[in-house]
């Protein structure tokens, strides 16, 4: 069975310093990880993926994460935080084997970046 | 924006009624899947929706059931409503053309079971 671990609830950053969320994952074979960003009131959006390839993923609004395969983690980095950053943030893994393509999520991590 | 669209935005329900949510997926993409987030916690799967046919399905019971329609739009029922199943009802689409397709989520259906 695959699972995502956020260990961190809540983060706090200043506005301008970098910024790291936190995801462990656990799944059989080699994983695709997936981060999204919920803002209050509305849906997912999809941040970045790693299939295959480079370590470093990069995505949407400055965002990156790095995937590390001996810890089994997949941490989301901004270099420099923006107050609109403050959201949802949810670690998303899929087991590239399973028939169904279904998307096991973390307990999310709610970021708050302040001015 | 997603171009995934669903139908209604909140919904107010009471114990036992049975309810309809609808979801309309991304031009192009041919794989529904439906989500439930409670609140606090992350999205969990409930199933999903291939070519017509239930693709796989997470640990729901059968009260939950859905339908794909040949415009790969799709429908989430639940019955007997309980009260735990007040959440958030995420729809999300894909295009299963490979393995490494993305979902992509619409704004999703607030219900409220009293």
């Known amino acids: 069975a695959q699972s995502v671990a956020q260990p961190e609830d809540q983060v706090n950053v200043a506005e301008g310093n970098p910024l790291t969320v936190k995801c462990t994952y656990s799944?059989?074979?080699?994983?695709?990880l997936f981060w999204y960003v919920q803002y209050p009131n509305r849906g997912l959006q999809f941040l970045l993926k790693y299939i295959t390839g480079d370590n470093l993923v990069k995505g949407s609004y400055g965002f990156e994460a790095e995937f590390n395969k001996s810890q089994t983690s997949f941490h989301l980095k901004k270099p420099s935080a923006l107050v609109s950053d403050s959201a949802l943030y949810f670690c998303a893994v899929r087991d590239p084997l399973g028939s169904a393509r279904q998307l096991t999520f973390g307990s999310g991590t709610q970021l708050t970046v302040l001015p | 924006e997603t171009g995934v669209t669903q139908s209604p935005t909140h919904l107010i329900k009471t114990r036992g009624q049975q309810v309809t949510l609808r979801c309309s997926s991304q031009s192009g993409h041919n794989t529904v899947s439906w989500y439930q987030q409670a609140l606090g916690q992350g999205p969990q799967f409930i199933f999903q929706?291939?070519?017509?046919?239930?693709?796989g399905r997470g640990n729901f019971p059968p009260r939950f059931s859905g339908l794909q329609f040949p415009n790969y739009s799709s429908e989430l029922n639940v019955n007997a409503l309980e009260l735990d199943d007040s959440a958030l009802y995420l729809c999300?689409?894909?295009?299963?053309?490979?393995?490494?397709?993305?979902?992509?989520f619409g704004p999703g259906t607030r219900l409220l079971v009293l």
């Open positions: 999300a689409s894909s295009r299963t053309s490979s393995r490494q397709e993305t979902q992509y």
């Open positions: 929706y291939y070519r017509e046919e239930e693709n």
């Open positions: 799944v059989s074979g080699n994983p695709y």
